[in-house]
């Protein structure tokens, strides 16, 4: 992690909604109305240079699109995103890493392929013999064998697919990365080596990253930064220590207090009640009132805004 | 019958175990040969207890619960050992009376809530369903009554309405509250628990193992809590049950294997979780990954993986042997020369 801090990503004000109406017919007919998903509201954010930010939340607040919106994967309805110049001057370029390594990689093609891929699309090797130099490097530093190129995905375990998914993110020499819940699908043994393996790759190359969990462990292993979501809004947002040693909102209160502690198991704790509300039909006001102990009427009509509090938290709540 | 509390009678005698499994192997032949899916797992659960079995993906932990209730698919067969449930024998039974034995004295609970529940019928259909299979005694109404029961026992609101709602009409948690309802039907006296919480959010998860427990107690049940969540099993369990390519590698009180592992593989597994307590610099990691199972190397299966492995770990395999209040499958506890 470098010291001088620049930004590397400048999110402000982020929007976007999904078109989730009903086929024109159904409209036609049975007069059913347009509907739309706000997938993402408000949402301002920025990623220091060499850091690591992240996103959490449950199922369906949005940290998925934000992720897509970041690559360029959709459009946003309304808002910036704004990459700073990166080495080459030009605006730093990101790349993906996907959640499953099952899905996410060609089964029919090698693993040499899948590698080169970017590099030939991109034209960033002139010769096939630097692009297997680069394919063989690429693998090395991802801790496989260059031999492993001429394999095929299904002989190669999860673990070493998501390796796989990293060197092809690699290739293109990006200088940011964007990271969908890169271990959810490992199991915690080799979870481990994958988190080590790109805190170990942050500090060589020097890569930011934008990351996308719902573990709040591996988040805290990882980020310089947490962004808690909910519902499509950031509702808190803090350094990691600050967030975890004085969570201002309810919301990330009841999320530390839920996750399951090997170290410390609270087996006699009061589970919270509710569940998250669609985001098709999200509540009025707070959009946290309906599970939240300290709701009170002003919580159901107004939407507090995210407040920037004197440890540098920002957080959206009117008790905090 | 319309009383919640005594839906499920409690049974519970601590003298004897509710599920016991003896030296169970599973093959699985196919043209180039047996693979061995579990290789001699022995465990048992007494009533109200919940047993914790965790493992990487592959290591069989599906595999024992699919075995114990009779569903292995062909051509995968338990070639040996043996299951017992309430003192009577029930591998090598034929289909038709592993039915009347699944849903009625034991109960599944699946990952996937979606995918446990028939879509095009309601909630209330499927337990009557379950609910006159088992207690043809039962009446239509006095069916749907029990059924309305269940749903406010597993803590569904309003059950009375709910009961006639469709599957797609509930979030996720309030669909496995219906698995779990179904699961609890007939009073079954073992709920095997497949990864029951993967599917969930985590303010949701903690709702359902609560639920868990809550049920487990009240009524003497026997769990059977598959996972590879550790924090579920820390929370959860009484005892938990290690497995690793096909074998139980250590078992015991939940507190004694996750706080002091005896087997060097639960210990890497513990080191490698990140910690919510402190920040680490780096993860323990355990290099490489579980063998496949036509590659399980001689001698002790962790043994490519394992520091502390000697030339005795790659020759002979070791037994589960007692170590401390559990057991553990490890030549370093047996005289402590590996």
């Known amino acids: ?320 | 019958m319309d009383d919640p509390s005594r839906i499920v009678q409690a049974k519970a005698d601590p003298g004897h175990n509710c599920l016991e499994v003896r030296n169970l192997v599973v093959e699985f032949p196919n043209r180039h040969g047996t693979l061995r899916a579990l290789d001699d797992v022995s465990l048992s659960i007494r009533p109200g207890e919940i047993l914790g079995v965790v493992g990487e993906s592959g290591a069989g932990k599906s595999m024992t619960g699919l075995a114990i209730q009779g569903l292995l698919e062909r051509p995968g067969r338990i070639a040996s050992g043996e299951v017992w449930l309430e003192g009577r024998r029930i591998d090598g039974l034929s289909d038709r009376q592993m039915e009347k034995i699944r849903g009625k004295e034991i109960g599944a609970i699946f990952q996937d809530p979606l995918t446990s529940l028939n879509p095009l019928f309601s909630v209330g259909a499927q337990l009557v369903e379950t609910i006159r299979q088992h207690m043809p005694e039962l009446g239509k109404a006095a069916a749907r009554g029990r059924a309305i029961a269940l749903l406010k026992e597993v803590g569904i609101p309003a059950p009375e309405e709910r009961v006639d709602h469709f599957p797609h009409q509930f979030s996720g948690g309030m669909r496995q509250r219906v698995v779990i309802a179904l699961a609890l039907a007939v009073n079954p006296r073992l709920i095997i628990a497949d990864e029951p919480t993967t599917a969930l959010d985590v303010s949701i998860q903690a709702q359902i193992t609560g639920l868990l427990r809550r049920l487990c107690k009240e009524h003497g049940t026997a769990v059977m809590l598959v996972t590879h969540d550790m924090g579920v099993i820390a929370e959860t369990a009484d005892r938990v049950a290690v497995m690793y390519a096909g074998r139980l590698i250590e078992i015991g009180p939940v507190e004694t294997v996750l706080k002091s592992p005896a087997h060097p593989y639960t210990r890497g597994l513990m080191a490698s979780i990140p910690a919510l307590g402190a920040r680490v610099e780096h993860l323990h990691q355990i290099d490489g990954a579980m063998p496949r199972l036509n590659a399980i190397p001689p001698g002790c299966a962790f043994n490519p993986r394992c520091a502390a492995a000697g030339p005795r770990c790659r020759r002979d395999e070791p037994a589960l042997a007692p170590v401390g209040q559990g057991a553990a499958a490890c030549w370093l506890h047996e005289g402590g020369v590996a």
């Open chain 1, 1 to 320: 992690m470098t010291t001088a801090r620049t930004t590397a990503l400048e999110v402000t004000n982020l929007d976007r909604t999904f078109d989730v109406s009903p086929p024109f017919l159904n409209r036609v007919l049975y007069g059913q109305k347009r509907r739309h998903l706000h997938a993402v509201s408000d949402v301002s954010f920025s990623v220091p240079a060499g850091g690591c930010m992240s996103l959490v939340g449950e199922s369906g607040c949005g940290k998925s699109t934000v992720a897509r919106l970041v690559t360029g994967i959709y459009a946003p309805t309304a808002g910036e995103i704004r990459f700073a110049p990166g080495k080459s001057g030009a605006p730093l370029s990101a790349q993906m890493i996907f959640q499953d390594p099952y899905a996410s990689l060609n089964p029919r093609w090698r693993v040499k392929n899948i590698i080169a891929e970017p590099l030939r699309e991109l034209k960033l090797r002139a010769t096939e013999a630097e692009i297997q130099d680069r394919v063989a490097e690429l693998l090395g530093i991802v801790g496989l064998n260059a031999a492993d190129g001429a394999k095929f995905p299904h002989e190669f375990s999860g673990g070493q697919r998501q390796r796989i998914s990293i060197a092809r993110a690699l290739a293109s020499e990006p200088e940011f990365l964007v990271c969908d819940e890169p271990t959810s699908a490992l199991d915690v043994s080799v979870q481990a080596q994958i988190l080590n393996l790109m805190r170990k790759l942050q500090d060589e190359l020097g890569l930011t990253y934008l990351f996308i969990s719902h573990d709040l462990s591996v988040v805290r292993h990882m980020s310089d930064r947490i962004a808690v979501m909910y519902l499509g809004r950031i509702v808190e947002e803090a350094a990691t220590e600050t967030l975890f040693a004085d969570p201002k909102h309810p919301y990330t209160r009841l999320l530390l207090q839920t996750i399951p502690n090997v170290n410390d198991p609270q087996r006699d704790r009061v589970a919270a009640e509710g569940e998250v509300p669609s985001p098709l039909n999200p509540p009025s006001g707070c959009t946290f009132h309906t599970r939240c102990p300290l709701a009170t009427d002003q919580c159901k009509a107004q939407r507090p805004e995210l407040v920037e509090k004197a440890d540098g938290a920002r957080v959206a709540c009117h008790f905090a």
